[in-house]
């Protein structure tokens, strides 16, 4: 892939909103990255390394259980960003991410975010509202998920554990 290509879906996925300029102040922080099927690119609870946008391939997202092993939770093709929540919060990777296909990425370093934040950067701050929208979506389907459980039938589901899961989410997620 080219760079004006990636450049093209950095700025659909990552850059909207921005003017050119502030696009090129992104993709200019932005390093390529490759990985090849079955790489792990990034480890649940290893430091997060910063904001991926996966502009080919697909990747399966895992998330350890209570066992050690690690459960399918979705199958993502690009373009598409992850890592957000690590770029934002500063804290370990949620879940596992592995290469399914031969992947093409453009990583937005932690600490190159944090050089335009501290530079009052109008572009990281841009880049910040579209990570929330992703976020928000991204919870919206999780929220469905939810609820989809909660209505099934009352011997097809986990009532304790549904119950449990509720009390958390609403506990650990306020502000």
């Avoid at 890592?83 to 992947?103: K, N, Q, Y």
């Avoid at 093409?104 to 932690?110: D, I, Q, S, V, Y």
Wanted: glycine share 6%.
């Amino acid at each position: 892939m080219t760079n004006s290509e990636a450049a093209k879906i950095v700025r659909i996925v990552l850059c909207r909103g921005l003017t050119f300029e502030q696009t090129e102040q992104i993709l200019k922080a932005m390093v390529p990255i490759s990985a090849a099927p079955g790489t792990l690119v990034f480890r649940e609870n290893e430091k997060g390394q910063g904001l991926l946008v996966a502009l080919q391939g697909s990747v399966e997202i895992l998330k350890q259980g209570a066992d050690g092993s690690n459960a399918f939770i979705a199958t993502v093709d690009a373009p598409t960003v992850l890592g957000e929540m690590s770029l934002i919060t500063d804290r370990p990777h949620s879940a596992t991410v592995r290469a399914v296909t031969a992947c093409e990425f453009r990583l937005l370093t932690r600490a190159q975010f944090d050089r335009l934040l501290l530079g009052e950067s109008l572009a990281a701050y841009k880049v910040v509202a579209t990570l929330a929208e992703v976020i928000a979506n991204r919870l919206n389907k999780m929220d469905e998920k939810v609820l989809e459980l909660a209505r099934a039938p009352e011997r097809a589901r986990p009532v304790e554990e549904l119950s449990t899961y509720r009390q958390k989410l609403f506990t650990e997620w306020s502000f």
